[in-house]
């Protein structure tokens, strides 16, 4: 690309130059304890896709870290050193343009469904019958029924259902960066399953990028177009590996050969790992 061949040039750079997401040697301390450790990697702007990364690493090797600094979020943000750059400006704060659904269902136990939905469309000022129209809309893109569901509250939702109504919340703002912390941490396989394959399809219509971290190694090789695997204490990125993207149902492509060798494959690296980490222990 001649953007690429002439880079003293002066051009305008191309928008899809710019990564979309970039850490530059990013460390984040809480006091005298070091959270993660000169991070850094790109991710491309891939226009009108969006690739879908999944962070796998231990428990408090730093992965909401890493996930609140993309969001802009305190305590986490700002960096103690380094740079956390969306489009190539540092992050000053949360915006619109990202999206995050945590573990824990959040939504307001005081709005139904169909007002937790809209919410995020109410502070934007748009009148009541679109949000009514869009809300009902999402609530149906999430799996949700909108004659059963729309009017019910939080309370009156299982797990899985709750976390779809968080899920709706967060899209209908089609935020171009969408940050995932363990959605699926609390849910049963079926229920996850099903929510995998949903979110693979709201994902390609809404061609944004996401992150996402899990604990699950096939969740993530499912789900994933690279896989940032992490180490704990300072947490730092391991491993990147490619896998393919997730073209048929999770069902089906967890069953064939080349998915279990990315299973199995990182399953070696994470085991590796943790024998090191114990025997530094020691
Ligand atoms: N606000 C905070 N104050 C002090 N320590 C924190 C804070 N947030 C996170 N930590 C510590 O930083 C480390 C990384 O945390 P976190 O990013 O939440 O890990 P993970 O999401 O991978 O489990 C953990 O040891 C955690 O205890
Ligand atoms: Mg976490």
């Given at each position: 690309?001649?953007?690429?061949?002439?880079?003293?040039?002066?051009?305008?750079?191309?928008?899809?130059?710019?990564?979309?997401?970039?850490?530059?040697?990013?460390?984040?301390?809480?006091?005298?304890?070091?959270?993660?450790?000169?991070?850094?990697?790109?991710?491309?702007?891939?226009?009108?896709k969006g690739e879908f990364v999944c962070i796998l690493g231990p428990?408090?090797?730093?992965?909401?870290?890493?996930?609140?600094?993309?969001?802009?979020?305190?305590?986490?943000?700002?960096?103690?050193?380094?740079?956390?750059?969306?489009?190539?400006?540092?992050?000053?704060?949360?915006?619109?343009?990202?999206?995050?659904?945590?573990?824990?269902?959040?939504?307001?136990?005081?709005?139904?469904?169909?007002?937790?939905?809209?919410?995020?469309?109410?502070?934007?000022?748009?009148?009541?019958?679109?949000?009514?129209?869009?809300?009902?809309?999402?609530?149906?893109?999430?799996?949700?029924?909108?004659?059963?569901?729309?009017?019910?509250?939080?309370?009156?939702?299982?797990?899985?259902?709750?976390?779809?109504?968080?899920?709706?919340?967060?899209?209908?703002?089609?935020?171009?960066?969408?940050?995932?912390?363990?959605?699926?941490?609390?849910?049963?396989?079926?229920?996850?399953?099903?929510?995998?394959?949903?979110?693979?399809?709201?994902?390609?219509?809404?061609?944004?990028?996401?992150?996402?971290?899990?604990?699950?190694?096939?969740?993530?090789?499912?789900?994933?177009?690279?896989?940032?695997?992490?180490?704990?204490?300072?947490?730092?990125?391991?491993?990147?590996?490619?896998?393919?993207?997730?073209?048929?149902?999770?069902?089906?492509?967890?069953?064939?050969?080349?998915?279990?060798?990315?299973?199995?494959?990182?399953?070696?690296?994470?085991?590796?790992?943790?024998?090191?980490?114990?025997?530094?222990d020691d």
């Open positions: 690309m001649a953007a690429q061949e002439h880079p003293q040039s002066g051009a305008p750079k191309l928008a899809s130059d710019v990564p979309i997401v970039e850490f530059r040697g990013v460390t984040k301390r809480f006091g005298d304890f070091t959270a993660i450790r000169d991070v850094t990697f790109k991710v491309d702007d891939l226009h009108g428990s408090g090797c730093g992965k909401s870290t890493v996930l609140r600094l993309i969001a802009g979020l305190s305590p986490q943000h700002p960096p103690s050193e380094g740079e956390v750059l969306v489009d190539g400006v540092p992050v000053t704060g949360p915006g619109a343009d990202r999206g995050m659904v945590f573990q824990d269902y959040t939504s307001f136990d005081h709005l139904t469904v169909e007002d937790n939905v809209a919410f995020g469309l109410k502070c934007q000022g748009i009148g009541k019958a679109e949000r009514r129209e869009r809300a009902r809309e999402w609530i149906a893109k999430v799996g949700l029924s909108v004659a059963r569901d729309a009017q019910k509250y939080p309370h009156q939702l299982s797990g899985g259902m709750r976390q779809r109504v968080a899920i709706a919340r967060t899209l209908i703002l089609r935020p171009r960066i969408i940050l995932m912390d363990e959605p699926f941490g609390a849910l049963d396989p079926s229920t996850r399953m099903h929510m995998q394959n949903n979110l693979v399809e709201l994902w390609r219509d809404l061609e944004a990028t996401v992150f996402f971290i899990t604990h699950s190694i096939e969740e993530a090789v499912f789900l994933g177009d690279r896989i940032y695997i992490m180490s704990s204490s300072p947490g730092t990125i391991l491993r990147e590996l490619a896998v393919p993207p997730p073209d048929r149902p999770a069902a089906e492509m967890q069953k064939e050969a080349g998915f279990l060798e990315h299973v199995f494959d990182i399953r070696d690296t994470i085991e590796t790992l943790e024998a090191s980490q114990r025997a530094g």
